[in-house]
């Protein structure tokens, strides 16, 4: 399934990156704004009521014991790993780099952001000097913004100094090297065929001859192209030292977040806070990636009735042409295997039963809502303390990310940083990020059991109490209790033990 979704992504991110130059009247659907439109316009759509009745009235009228209360807002405790990333540093020689090392990095922000910190692994195996990598324009997000646009460049350039040399442009004789060139042709610079998962051998036996009769190395498609196992302790220090020190945001956008975070935590807003509650100036982040294109992709039935099932297959075959693997299996089969994300509302019966009530404060993180705000009603029912970037911030404050994908992502991504807890509604590339971030941190992250929350929500018969109790029973051990990586599982959902210390 991973292999799959992988290949689905880079065969679109091979799209976009050649064919929309070469041939952009060839496939008119992925410039026409109807393939992603809102659905409302189409009316493709009814607004689904709630789908669990019986569970919403007894989450509704739940009673939450101080117990329950105190024990879901309390920190985790210290599970004796510490960040140690300071002993990575292997000393290098910027005299003696072996050339220029470019990538060109395809997927949404945090999909880029694996890609970046694998090139800073790749250009330090190779003893090579980075070029700034290049963001893909992705076909679903469509933001245009940079490296420097989302990231403080020169922190990053200054983070990592003592362990490779980091240039923000190429010099004037490699000025050719650029995106249209690879983009129209087949080019000696190129690396093209870097295998999924690649070792560091693969890259010395590969791409180093390129470096020594060329001076610089283009590789894409990149992402995903290293290994997680098999490389020396300072490679896995240095990805990780990338991803948690090196990259961050660009100021105005921490400037955003932290006012953001400010808002959640006071008690200004329009909770009064009732006396002794649990939680006060605390507050949940709920990541909720319900856009049309994640409900196409998950092939599931989302409860919008024939017109969206419809609408959803269209989708499927202008974006996909038909190869959603997961279209050969009916709506009840995806969902005993956990395979489909939980709806707004499904994640609000989940939060009521881990113990959240009405007073909690809880932060969408969410882009575009298929199905607009009809569709999050009953989860707002819940929480009716529910807040986005569009409701905390200002006008003025929007208006430098406003309409920029990556950018509104990156807001998100740092309230989530900052968040006392955090729940992602489907286990996709921003659940895994943050899992990382939390656990390098040691913060709370809810892990929703997918596969018992849609065998409990199939049963048509079940109450209440018995809901809640299985649900609590289910996700004790989710909360971010620490995990050790297993073999091929991601140095960056799982940074321990690779990058931290016992
Ligand atoms: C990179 O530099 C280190 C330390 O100077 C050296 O041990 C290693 O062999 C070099 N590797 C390459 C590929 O140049
Ligand atoms: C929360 O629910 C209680 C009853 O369970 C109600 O009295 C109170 O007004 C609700 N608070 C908000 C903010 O909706
Ligand atoms: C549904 O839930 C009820 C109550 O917990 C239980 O008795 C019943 O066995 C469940 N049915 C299925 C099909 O799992």
């Known amino acids: 399934?991973?292999?799959?979704?992988?290949?689905?992504?880079?065969?679109?991110?091979?799209?976009?990156?050649?064919?929309?130059?070469?041939?952009?009247?060839?496939?008119?659907?992925?410039?026409?704004?109807?393939g992603r439109a809102y659905p409302s316009m189409f009316?493709?759509?009814?607004?689904?009521?709630?789908?669990?009745?019986?569970?919403?009235?007894?989450?509704l009228h739940q009673e939450i014991s101080e117990k329950q209360q105190s024990d879901i807002w309390s920190p985790l405790a210290y599970q004796g790993w510490k960040p140690c990333l300071d002993s990575a540093g292997v000393p290098f020689n910027p005299e003696k780099s072996q050339g220029y090392i470019q990538v060109f990095l395809?997927?949404?922000?945090?999909?880029?952001?694996?890609?970046?910190?694998?090139?800073?692994?790749?250009?330090?195996?190779?003893?090579?000097?980075?070029?700034?990598?290049?963001l893909e324009v992705n076909p679903v997000w469509l933001d245009s913004s940079s490296f420097t646009d989302i990231f403080d460049v020169d922190h990053f350039i200054e983070v990592l100094h003592n362990e490779i040399s980091i240039v923000k442009e190429l010099p004037n004789m490699y000025s050719w090297s650029t995106r249209e060139y690879y983009a129209t042709g087949i080019r000696p610079t190129r690396i093209k065929t870097a295998p999924v998962?690649?070792?560091?051998?693969?890259?010395?036996?590969?791409?180093?001859?390129?470096?020594?009769?060329?001076?610089?190395?283009?590789?894409?498609?990149?992402?995903?192209?290293?290994?997680?196992?098999?490389?020396?302790?300072?490679?896995?220090?240095?990805?990780?030292?990338?991803?948690?020190?090196?990259?961050?945001?660009?100021?105005?956008?921490?400037?955003?977040?932290?006012?953001?975070?400010?808002?959640?935590?006071?008690?200004?807003?329009?909770n009064k806070g009732t006396k002794g509650e649990r939680g006060k100036g605390k507050f949940i982040v709920l990541h909720l990636r319900f856009d049309k294109d994640m409900a196409a992709h998950s092939a599931c039935d989302f409860g919008g009735g024939k017109a969206e099932k419809l609408a959803l297959a269209k989708y499927r075959q202008v974006i996909w042409q038909g190869r959603v693997m997961k279209t050969q299996f009916t709506d009840d089969e995806l969902r005993q295997k956990g395979r489909c994300p939980l709806t707004p509302e499904e994640t609000g019966l989940l939060l009521r039963a881990l113990g959240?009530?009405?007073?909690?404060?809880?932060?969408?993180?969410?882009?575009?809502?298929?199905?607009?705000?009809?569709?999050?009603?009953?989860?707002?029912?819940?929480?009716?303390?529910?807040?986005?970037?569009?409701?905390?911030?200002?006008?003025?404050?929007?208006?430098?990310?406003e309409k920029k994908a990556s950018l509104l992502a990156a807001v998100d991504y740092y309230v989530s940083m900052h968040a006392d807890i955090f729940i992602s509604a489907s286990p996709g590339n921003m659940h895994n990020a943050m899992l990382g971030y939390r656990a390098y941190k040691n913060m709370k992250t809810i892990r929703p059991n997918m596969v018992l929350l849609?065998?409990?929500?199939?049963?048509?018969?079940?109450?209440?109490?018995?809901?809640?109790?299985?649900?609590?029973?289910?996700?004790?051990?989710?909360?971010?209790?620490?995990?050790?990586?297993?073999?091929?599982?991601?140095?960056?959902?799982?940074?321990?033990?690779?990058?931290?210390?016992?």
Not at 461 to 479: L, S
Request: with cysteine.
């Open 356 to 401: 959240f009530n009405n007073n909690t404060r809880l932060y969408l993180a969410s882009h575009k809502v298929y199905g607009g705000e009809a569709r999050i009603a009953t989860l707002r029912k819940m929480f009716p303390l529910m807040e986005d970037k569009k409701s905390l911030a200002s006008d003025k404050e929007r208006a430098q990310v």
């Open 43 to 59: 009316s493709e759509w009814n607004a689904p009521s709630a789908k669990h009745i019986r569970l919403l009235e007894g989450a």
């Open 106 to 134: 395809d997927g949404g922000l945090n999909q880029q952001r694996m890609g970046i910190c694998d090139a800073v692994a790749v250009a330090k195996i190779l003893n090579a000097t980075l070029v700034i990598p290049h």
């Open 197 to 270: 998962h690649a070792s560091a051998n693969w890259y010395l036996e590969n791409v180093l001859p390129m470096l020594n009769s060329h001076g610089i190395a283009a590789i894409a498609p990149f992402s995903h192209r290293l290994a997680f196992d098999n490389l020396p302790k300072e490679i896995q220090l240095l990805r990780c030292k990338v991803n948690f020190q090196a990259l961050a945001f660009v100021p105005h956008i921490r400037i955003l977040g932290d006012n953001l975070v400010q808002r959640l935590r006071s008690s200004l807003s329009k």
């Open 454 to 502: 849609s065998q409990l929500f199939l049963n048509e018969t079940m109450e209440w109490p018995e809901f809640q109790q299985a649900v609590e029973d289910g996700h004790r051990n989710r909360q971010g209790q620490i995990r050790l990586r297993k073999e091929t599982q991601s140095i960056y959902t799982y940074p321990i033990p690779d990058c931290m210390c016992f």
């Open 1 to 34: 399934m991973k292999l799959q979704s992988l290949q689905t992504q880079s065969q679109r991110a091979a799209f976009a990156g050649i064919f929309l130059i070469l041939l952009p009247n060839f496939f008119p659907n992925l410039f026409d704004p109807l």
